[in-house]
């Protein structure tokens, strides 16, 4: 790998629901890996890219974590800290860019890493498109052996008006290096509700790798809040139900102990800060 840590990871995003009715989509898309330490470094070297101010493609910290203007990475690292995990080292983001000023990002993932550059934890990071937001913090306790993580938790955020409150999800993580693997799966009661992947290939973070991207997925951003409503209205039409929308909770991040995760029937711990 290059000794730059930050990434463009082109590929595909799979989202299924299995009952009770199915429906499927799949779309080509892309997602940067920004290392939050690189970030200055790479709007200075590139000119499609900017932090914190318009361009093509940019990086705004307040489009992540408590909305505020501040360090993104000192908000992961005090969270970190508030669950006793181990700071001091790498964060990277991934997540879409803004283009042309505008993103919307259901999931950006964070990973975490110590001094030792050890994997120490994933934070989950989910939106709705009702303006709300919340995270889980998960430790990763072998520090992403073989390149992957396996983590689960219970659901605690609404998303879709279609999919009730009481379920978990199990998350699948190759970790990035040449390409990267997203797979998670959403289980009710009755066991898997909905699943969903993203796997996508390495490029270099260049201005030639961002003007290929802009036209190889034009006005992604856009499609992809405009293809999350047109999927709702799919879904309706097929007579699935509705499910009202609970007040979201009192804390932005879950914290989620996985020290029970070897005892498969014993949901983690979770605590919201």
Not at 90 to 110: D, K, V, W
Request: glycine share 10%; charged share 25%; hydrophobic share 40%.
């Amino acid at each position: 790998m290059s000794a730059q840590r930050s990434a463009l990871y082109a590929g595909n995003v799979m989202h299924q629901r299995l009952k009770p009715r199915r429906h499927r989509l799949d779309y080509r898309m892309f997602f940067l890996l920004i290392d939050l330490d690189e970030i200055d470094g790479l709007s200075r070297r590139l000119r499609l890219l900017s932090h914190n101010r318009f361009g093509l493609f940019s990086f705004f910290d307040k489009d992540h974590g408590d909305g505020a203007d501040g360090s993104l990475k000192v908000y992961v690292e005090r969270q970190l800290e508030m669950a006793g995990i181990e700071t001091g080292g790498s964060i990277q983001l991934l997540s879409m860019p803004r283009m042309l000023g505008y993103a919307f990002n259901p999931l950006s993932i964070y990973f975490c890493r110590d001094r030792q550059g050890d994997l120490a934890a994933i934070l989950y990071e989910v939106n709705n498109t009702f303006g709300q937001r919340h995270s889980y913090l998960i430790p990763v306790s072998d520090g992403g052996e073989e390149g992957i993580v396996r983590q689960h938790c219970d659901k605690r955020f609404y998303v879709s008006p279609f999919i009730a409150m009481g379920m978990g999800y199990r998350f699948r993580i190759g970790l990035p290096d040449e390409g990267v693997a997203i797979h998670i799966t959403g289980s009710d009661a009755d066991g898997p509700l909905i699943v969903a992947s993203f796997s996508g290939k390495r490029r270099e973070l260049t201005d030639g790798a961002l003007m290929r991207a802009f036209f190889a997925y034009p006005l992604l951003t856009l499609k992809v809040i405009a293809g999350i409503h047109w999927e709702a209205l799919l879904l309706w039409a097929k007579g699935m139900r509705l499910y009202e929308r609970p007040a979201p909770p009192l804390r932005p991040v879950s914290h989620v102990a996985m020290h029970r995760l070897s005892q498969r029937k014993t949901e983690p711990d979770v605590t919201g800060y």
